[in-house]
T-cell receptor, first 111, second 115 residues
Framework: AQRVTQPEKLLSVFKGAPVELKCNYS??????LFWYVQYSRQRLQLLLR??SRESIKGFTADLNKGETSFHLKKPFAQEEDSAMYYC?????????????FGQGTELSVKP | DTEVTQTPKHLVMGMTNKKSLKCEQHMGHRAMYWYKQKAKKPPELMFVYSYEKLSINESVPSRFSPECPNSSLLNLHLHALQPEDSALYLCASSQDPWTSGNEQFFGPGTRLTVL
């Protein structure tokens, strides 16, 4: 079964500290992995996708097929990074673009 | 126009009312989605329209009825809802559901309260 697991419901760090939001997935095939972010009172928006291998707002994420993980990292957290972060999986070959979301991790960056 | 818009922003309805939620995009996207989201929970997929045809219905109760009048517009008709249906209803669109790297663009949502 396809599944996305985000083990931390809440992650609290101080400004300037490194941050890592964990994401593990279960999928028999070639998944596409995404990180979406939802800032307070703003719409859900794409942060990163694994196929583009880019860095957005200082965040990076590497797909590790051996460990079936797609952890999100940032070396120095900023207060404006506080938000809900969702890891999501999409199948390349079927299901009409259906996204399977993890339960989300709330990141709180304290001053 | 590179945004998905949703109206109304807020809606309060009784259990016997009939109302509709509206979603619009002018990005030429051919897939549109309805999601339901509870506070601090991930969006739950309800329906997917691909090329204006319903392609996925995630076993949603019949009191929710989607409609896609054209490639830019998506409606969700509501009738005889229950208080537990109160949630944020999100619309999203994507360019083509069958290609890789298919980013979904989300609207701001309609906050629905059922009394």
């Amino acid at each position: 079964a396809q599944r996305v697991t985000q083990p931390e419901k809440l992650l609290s760090v101080f400004k300037g500290a490194p941050v890592e939001l964990k994401c593990n997935y279960s999928y028999s095939g070639s998944p596409e992995l995404f990180w979406y972010v939802q800032y307070s009172r703003q719409r859900l928006q794409l942060l990163l996708r694994h196929i583009s291998r880019e860095s957005i707002k200082g965040f990076t994420a590497d797909l590790n097929k051996g460990e079936t993980s797609f952890h999100l990292k940032k070396p120095f957290a900023q207060e404006e990074d506080s938000a809900m972060y969702y890891c999501a999986l999409s199948s390349l070959y079927n299901q009409g673009g259906k996204l399977i979301f993890g339960q989300g991790t709330e990141l709180s960056v304290k001053p | 126009d590179t945004e998905v818009t949703q109206t109304p922003k807020h809606l309060v309805m009784g259990m016997t009312n009939k109302k509709s939620l509206k979603c619009e995009q002018h990005m030429g996207h051919r897939a549109m989605y309805w999601y339901k989201q509870k506070a601090k929970k991930p969006p739950e997929l309800m329906f997917v329209y691909s090329y204006e045809k319903l392609s996925i219905n995630e076993s949603v109760p019949s009191r929710f009825s989607p409609e896609c009048p054209n490639s830019s517009l998506l409606n969700l008709h509501l009738h005889a809802l229950q208080p537990e249906d109160s949630a944020l209803y999100l619309c999203a669109s994507s360019q083509d559901p069958w290609t890789s790297g298919n980013e979904q663009f989300f609207g701001p949502g309609t906050r629905l309260t059922v009394l």
